[in-house]
């Protein structure tokens, strides 16, 4: 019998977008599969754009329920416990955006991989798309590739061998590459205790994995771009505030995470990405000129200049914190020399109004 895949999909607020989502489900060349679609307290009519999709299925794939407002993390848990409650056992699950779209063949070729290659995680490769269309990128393609569990949590945060330590700019990351899950399928009966950090407003999929991926032995990259990522103007998740809170958030977990039980390997890998994490907060409180932060993680930045040069890990990463240190300490002494002159000018007015 073919494996079952749950499919869940939390909605809120998505009714442009939903029906377009549910079709690019209901399309799988893959029949045996279970969608799990739990609105969130939508205000606009999601719920029932869900419900007449459901009825007008004349199979049994598509489950709906409504919650109150919760959040994403609150309503994936949601999911999970009803998959748990229900007793549906699913053989892997896949998490998709309700705005989202998904290829046809998409749970079709991730299952017929990880059944020939024994694996219980999958990540394939996954394009932007705007009104306009795909959008362009200078991301590289990525390549098939069998994972173990290092190398399962150093691909997903791209570090050591995948991406820095190829000697690759980040920006040219491939095109699997992305903290959220969207991308991935899970063995089920490895991560079926493992709930999302309700109290996050966003890198909930970053804290998930990080904790899932202590129970997956062995992945597989699937280079085929599958899954069709939206770009929304306007939307939350693009704006400015949310890209700035972001990198907070993020630098927030990944510390916390640092203090609890890990292996050496992932405490490495989480050091590295700390250490990124603290280079994007320091950068964006430059762009959106959060001063006293971007003084803040300058400081923190310096630490790990320390920890690197004495470790010897990421030679790459290594040199562009040296040259952003320097970089940063030409800019604050230029950007303090202008104030400087500026307040030179004006007392100069000052007292010659006076005078």
Same mark, same amino acid.
């Given at each position: 019998m073919e494996p079952l895949v749950g499919i869940i999909v939390p909605v809120y607020n998505t009714a442009k977008y939903l029906k377009e989502c549910l079709n690019s489900i209901k399309n799988q060349t893959y029949n045996n599969y @279970?969608?799990?679609i739990i609105d969130d307290g939508s205000t606009d009519n999601s719920l029932d754009i869900a419900n007449e999709f459901?009825?007008? =299925?004349s199979l049994r794939k598509f489950l709906i329920f409504n919650k109150q407002n919760g959040g994403v993390s609150s309503a994936r848990n949601f999911a999970l416990n009803i998959i748990e409650q229900q007793n549906i056992d699913?053989?892997?699950? /896949? +998490?998709?955006?309700s705005d989202d779209i998904i290829k046809p063949t998409f749970i079709e070729t991730f299952i017929n991989n990880l059944i020939k290659s024994n694996a219980d995680y999958a990540v394939c490769g996954y394009d932007e798309f705007d009104k306009k269309g795909i959008v362009q990128s200078k991301r590289r393609k990525a390549s098939n590739e069998v994972l173990n569990q290092s190398q399962i949590i150093e691909h997903f945060y791209a570090v050591k061998n995948f991406s820095f330590g190829k000697g690759m700019p980040f920006k040219y990351r491939d095109t699997t590459y992305t903290w959220a899950?969207?991308?991935? /399928?899970?063995? #089920? =009966?490895? @991560?079926?205790?493992i709930r999302f950090d309700e109290n996050l407003r966003n890198c909930e999929d970053m804290k998930y +994995?990080?904790?899932? =991926?202590?129970?997956?032995?062995?992945?597989?990259?699937i280079p085929d771009q599958l899954y069709l990522y939206r770009l929304r103007i306007g939307s939350l998740v693009h704006s400015k505030e949310f890209d #700035?809170? =972001?990198k907070i958030n993020n630098y927030q977990v990944l510390t916390k995470a640092l203090n609890t039980p890990l292996s050496i390997h992932t405490k490495e890998i989480l050091?590295?990405?700390?250490?990124?994490?603290?280079?994007?907060?320091l950068f964006k409180a430059i762009e959106y000129k959060h001063y006293p932060d971007s003084k803040k993680f300058f400081f923190e930045f310096k630490k790990f200049i320390n920890i690197f040069s004495k470790q010897n890990i990421e030679g790459e990463l290594y040199k562009k914190l040296r040259r952003t240190k320097y970089g940063y300490i030409l800019n604050y002494l230029y950007i303090k020399y202008k104030i +400087?002159?500026?307040?030179?000018?004006?007392s100069f007015k000052i007292s010659s109004y006076f005078s």
């Open positions: @279970i969608c799990i459901a009825s007008n =299925s699913p053989d892997y699950i /896949c +998490f998709v955006d899950l969207y991308n991935k /399928c899970l063995k #089920y =009966s490895n @991560i079926k205790n +994995f990080l904790e899932a =991926s202590q129970y997956l032995q062995k992945g597989i990259i #700035y809170h =972001s050091t590295i990405c700390l250490c990124r994490a603290c280079y994007d907060c +400087f002159k500026k307040q030179r000018r004006i």
